[in-house]
């Protein structure tokens, strides 16, 4: 199996003296499909390839923590720089 490499953290841009820490933050599945604008297997998608887990499931409803949920937000940036670097330079071509 392939080892993963450290995905690095998003600063969170409300942190600050009077902030909740995002390990106390939690966001419901629905609620990141809202945000998103992407179906519930989008999100257990990158959950798997985050190795990210619920952090309890209330009423069938899985919730996650927000440091997870900026460990999945890296990751999308970290693949939108890929994509858009590759286009990039299939346009220069």
């Known amino acids: 199996m392939k080892k993963r490499k450290q995905q690095r953290t998003m600063p969170n841009p409300m942190a600050g003296e009077f902030a909740t ?6 966001y419901s599945v629905a609620f990141l ?3 998103l604008q992407q ?3 989008f999100i257990h998608r990158m959950m798997r390839t985050c190795n990210v887990e619920f952090a309890w499931v209330q009423n ?5 923590r927000g ?3 900026q460990r999945m937000a890296s990751m ?4 939108r720089e890929e994509v858009e670097g590759k ?7």
């Open 87 to 93: 286009t990039a330079a299939a346009a220069n071509n």
């Open 67 to 69: 440091d997870d949920v």
């Open 76 to 79: 999308l940036a970290e693949v």
């Open 60 to 64: 069938g409803i899985g919730v996650i």
């Open 21 to 26: 820490p995002a390990e106390r933050q939690f």
């Open 33 to 35: 499909c809202q945000m």
């Open 39 to 41: 179906p519930p297997e």
